[in-house]
């Protein structure tokens, strides 16, 4: 023990520098990410402003049981869900769609001109997404409605219509990443051995044969990996675009349980029940995201850890 | 053997033009409304090209205060958030690529689990307030002062450099500080120029921060201001929602707005896109 001890502080003094740049990041993390996941226990006191952390009282599952059996539960817990399963069934195929049509361009100037150009969403404020949003579905001026009405269609009031808000998030969602998500796939794309397309094509396999048999199977653990990875991310979708393209006539379908966790947390103060339902859904995410890892790995062998 | 151009590479350029529109179009629209007259935009006529060009819209833009205001907010938001930014990722980085550190494993584990699971947005939002930051540009640039992916993005590119080069510096007699800055950092430009890339777009984009943690109209970043005029309406007047007045504020000037707030990142975008991709491929290798 005693050795072990001396060893260690010989270690610290060893890398005394490196300690010391490493310094900053840590507290950083200390103070911004850990001091926070410690401060969930509020979500199981009475937490008061003015008592704090340490005089506010115990309170255990109360605020747990008080959102289980709230009427917001079931529509922000099925809104929160199902934005974030089409996200995963529209967001996550798009992107190897569009690596492998851009894969079979053989110009390469003409390749990389469709990769800048469809990248460039990605670098758009949410707030630009949705104003833009906003503006070409107004029923006014708006294109889509002007496009609607030139062909005979009935306006519509996208923005005030709970039964379109999921459209428009997963489209305009879909039109933010769709080229940024590429990247990845194209640079598992280039690894392919050139061989095996030679070979398939003596043996007579066409495009798609070849899209099918040799493509698809080299990109594979590319796809799998991102595929955990959004799995576990169905829950935490983004609050800035939901908040700015929500309004109340929409919450029946927009009201996430981020933007639920703002409302009745900070703009209404009711700091400890709000952090209880964020609680609940970050353990849902992390048994979402540990399930697929081990799914994963039995499965296909390929895993994040 | 040249391939053929048959249907499938015809259909294949057909959807990639439709993508290529519809990922360019929204801007070309934005600017052509932007630039003509009230008339032509409510009588519907502009597709592609302004009608009536004029600059009316910008002029009314700027001389609302507001968004220079604003500008001047987010610039000093992205400059100094940017360099705090860097300066901490990077000393962290470097550390943490010396996998031989004592304690650095461990360290590097407890910074990963951040990715997967944090304190939400409250207890988070309590710790800013109680360390006074709110109200403070530093409730702006410290909050999100690290990515973790941007760590972990410049930590596997300092695991590459070649130890023959720090062994020199060793030899020269430099410490670990020396090394850094004096051999290390002068050879990572293109991963610095990367992050910082990462780093400014994503505080010129911040929406939640200003929302959490700043109250005072006069220190709100562009992207609030635009939310207020482009979503919520208002030319002049209060902030935060507005149920009652609501202000009608005309099409061409809302998309005279976002075209402003929009306009740096649209026209540094093509030279600094490879920098990003670069990143993100960096970012996908396995570490």
């Known amino acids: 023990m005693q050795e072990q001890n001396s060893s260690f502080l010989t270690k610290v003094k060893r890398d005394k520098y490196l300690l010391l740049l490493l310094l900053p990041c840590a507290l950083y993390y200390i103070i911004f990410k850990y001091v926070p996941i410690f401060g969930i226990s509020i979500a199981f006191m009475d937490y008061n402003l003015f008592k704090g952390i340490t005089e506010s009282d115990w309170v255990g599952f109360k605020y747990f049981s008080m959102f289980f059996n709230t009427p917001d539960f079931w529509p922000v817990l099925r809104n929160t869900f199902l934005l974030g399963l089409y996200k995963l069934i529209f967001g996550f195929p798009a992107p190897i769609i569009l690596a492998l049509l851009i894969n079979e361009v053989s110009k390469s100037f003409l390749k990389r001109f469709v990769q800048t150009v469809s990248y460039l969403p990605h670098f758009i404020s949410n707030v630009v997404v949705a104003g833009i949003a906003v503006m070409f579905l107004s029923p006014t001026g708006g294109v889509v409605n002007q496009l609607l009405s030139a062909i005979g269609v009935d306006r519509i009031n996208f923005l005030v219509e709970a039964s379109w808000f999921r459209s428009i998030y997963v489209t305009t969602d879909v039109w933010q990443h769709i080229g940024w998500g590429t990247i990845i796939y194209l640079a598992a794309l280039t690894a392919i051995d050139p061989q095996l397309y030679e070979a398939a094509r003596m043996d007579g396999a066409n495009r798609w044969k070849q899209t099918l048999n040799i493509t698809l199977p080299g990109i594979a653990p590319a796809i799998v990996i991102i595929l955990i990875l959004d799995i576990g991310k169905i829950l935490e979708i983004g609050f800035e675009k939901v908040y700015l393209l929500s309004t109340p006539a929409t919450y029946e379908t927009a009201d996430i349980i981020s933007t639920y966790v703002y409302r009745v947390g900070l703009t209404q103060g009711n700091y400890s029940y709000a952090t209880a339902i964020d609680l609940f859904t970050g353990i849902i995410s992390f048994i979402f995201i540990v399930a697929a890892n081990s799914f994963s790995r039995r499965v296909s062998g390929s895993s994040i850890w | ?287």
């Open chain 2, 1 to 287: 053997m040249k391939p053929k151009w048959n249907w499938f590479d015809a259909l294949n350029a057909l959807i990639l033009s439709g993508i290529v529109m519809a990922c360019l179009y929204p801007f070309v629209y934005m600017l052509a409304v932007s630039l003509s007259d009230s008339a032509s935009i409510a009588s519907g006529e502009v597709w592609l090209w302004p009608r009536g060009f004029n600059l009316d819209m910008y002029q009314y833009v700027f001389e609302d205060g507001r968004v220079l205001k604003g500008y001047k907010n987010t610039l000093i938001y992205v400059i100094s958030g940017t360099a705090i930014s860097m300066i901490v990722t990077a000393l962290g980085a470097y550390a943490l690529s010396k996998t031989k550190m004592v304690m650095g494993k461990p360290i590097l584990m407890l910074i990963v689990f951040t990715m997967f699971f944090n304190g939400g947005m409250i207890p988070t939002f309590l710790v800013v307030k109680e360390l006074g930051f709110v109200n403070t540009i530093w409730g702006m640039v410290l909050p999100g002062a690290v990515g973790t992916w941007n760590l972990l993005i410049m930590r596997t590119f300092f695991m590459g450099m070649p130890q023959e080069l720090e062994e020199s510096g060793k030899i020269d007699g430099l410490s670990e500080i020396g090394i850094f800055f004096r051999i290390v950092l002068p050879l990572s430009k293109p991963v610095l120029a990367t992050i910082g890339l990462y780093y400014a777009v994503g505080m010129w984009n911040n929406f939640m921060g200003p929302l959490l943690y700043l109250r005072d109209a006069d220190m709100q970043p562009l992207q609030v201001i635009l939310r207020n005029i482009v979503l919520s309406g208002q030319l002049t007047g209060t902030d935060g929602p507005v149920v009652g007045d609501i202000v009608v504020v005309e099409d061409g000037l809302k998309f005279a707005t976002i075209m402003v707030s929009t306009l740096p990142i649209l026209l540094v975008y093509p030279f600094i896109q490879k920098y990003f991709v670069k990143g993100a491929l960096i970012g996908s290798v396995k570490g």
